[in-house]
């Protein structure tokens, strides 16, 4: 990945009061005004209604914090290669990807007309930020769920990584051998709600209310809090 923009993975909670301080951080990297836009694609198997919901959210989110929002109603392949949706996408320099179905956004996305948009906006300097499976498709793999141990070859903005969200609500039990059995990515991130590992310059960072846990090839583990650096070591 090249240093050209920001990528932000957060663990969960997007679009809540508790992320304004995450987001602000995000908005503050940027050379000019904010223009965001919230694509709620990974919702779009949950039904009718719900990828609105949460675009009326990210709308209404990302407005206190002072930019101007569009919400990218991309729901289908199809939709993902507009090409009214990929300009819309283009004239932004923040996406947001909601949460949802990790594999349906994945699939939706790949090598798409929309997919480039998103990656034209950060290879322009701007702000791609993925919340739960928006996360998880950021990544080099992405866990199939409930499958956890098979892996798939994810969008690769942050190529080093499998992400693992809402980490800090899963049971140790559970997530101790179903680790063990992935294909091993060069690290493992395990992040919680209402956090982000958040890549700017070429380094990565934690911001947010609690930790990211990363996981080595090597089997090394390390936490890390909201302001720390992380050290990306033990391949």
Not at 180 to 197: K, Q, S, Y
Not at 200 to 208: C, P, R, S
Not at 211 to 224: L, N, P
């Given at each position: 990945?090249?240093?050209?923009?920001?990528?932000?993975?957060?663990?969960?909670?997007?679009?809540?009061?508790?992320?304004?301080?995450?987001?602000?951080?995000?908005?503050?990297?940027?050379?000019?005004?904010?223009?965001?836009?919230?694509?709620?694609?990974?919702?779009?198997?949950?039904?009718?209604?719900?990828?609105?919901?949460?675009?009326?959210?990210?709308?209404?989110?990302?407005?206190?914090?002072?930019?101007?929002?569009?919400?990218?109603?991309?729901?289908?392949?199809?939709?993902?290669?507009?090409?009214t949706l990929a300009a819309?996408?283009?004239?932004?320099?923040?996406?947001?990807?909601?949460?949802?179905?990790?594999?349906?956004?994945?699939?939706?996305?790949?090598?798409?007309?929309?997919?480039?948009?998103?990656?034209?906006?950060?290879?322009?300097?701007g702000v791609v930020a993925?919340?739960?499976?928006?996360?998880?498709?950021?990544?080099?793999?992405?866990?199939?769920?409930?499958?956890?141990?098979?892996?798939?070859?994810?969008?690769?903005?942050?190529?080093?990584?499998?992400?693992?969200?809402?980490?800090?609500?899963?049971?140790?039990?559970?997530?101790?051998?179903?680790?063990?059995?992935?294909?091993?990515?060069?690290?493992?991130?395990?992040?919680?709600?209402?956090?982000?590992?958040?890549?700017?310059?070429?380094?990565?960072h934690v911001a947010g209310?609690?930790?990211?846990?990363?996981?080595?090839?090597?089997?090394?583990?390390?936490?890390?809090?909201?302001?720390?650096?992380?050290?990306?070591?033990?391949?």
């Amino acid at each position: 990945m090249t240093s050209a923009g920001v990528v932000a993975l957060v663990g969960a909670g997007e679009f809540l009061a508790s992320m304004e301080p995450v987001d602000r951080q995000l908005l503050d990297y940027l050379g000019a005004a904010p223009r965001v836009v919230v694509l709620p694609t990974a919702s779009a198997p949950d039904g009718p209604g719900v990828p609105e919901r949460w675009a009326n959210m990210g709308v209404d989110h990302f407005s206190r914090l002072g930019a101007t929002v569009d919400p990218v109603m991309l729901l289908t392949r199809a939709d993902a290669e507009s090409a009214t949706l990929a300009a819309q996408i283009a004239a932004a320099n923040v996406v947001y990807l909601s949460g949802g179905k990790p594999a349906y956004l994945l699939e939706t996305l790949r090598q798409s007309a929309c997919w480039r948009a998103i990656a034209g906006v950060f290879a322009a300097g701007g702000v791609v930020a993925g919340c739960s499976a928006g996360a998880m498709v950021l990544g080099g793999q992405v866990a199939d769920f409930p499958r956890f141990w098979r892996t798939l070859p994810g969008l690769g903005l942050a190529p080093d990584f499998l992400v693992i969200p809402h980490f800090d609500e899963l049971p140790a039990r559970m997530m101790r051998p179903a680790i063990d059995r992935i294909t091993r990515p060069r690290f493992i991130a395990g992040i919680d709600g209402g956090t982000a590992l958040i890549c700017a310059g070429g380094g990565w960072h934690v911001a947010g209310q609690k930790t990211v846990t990363i996981q080595a090839r090597d089997g090394s583990a390390r936490t890390y809090r909201d302001g720390d650096d992380v050290a990306l070591s033990g391949d």
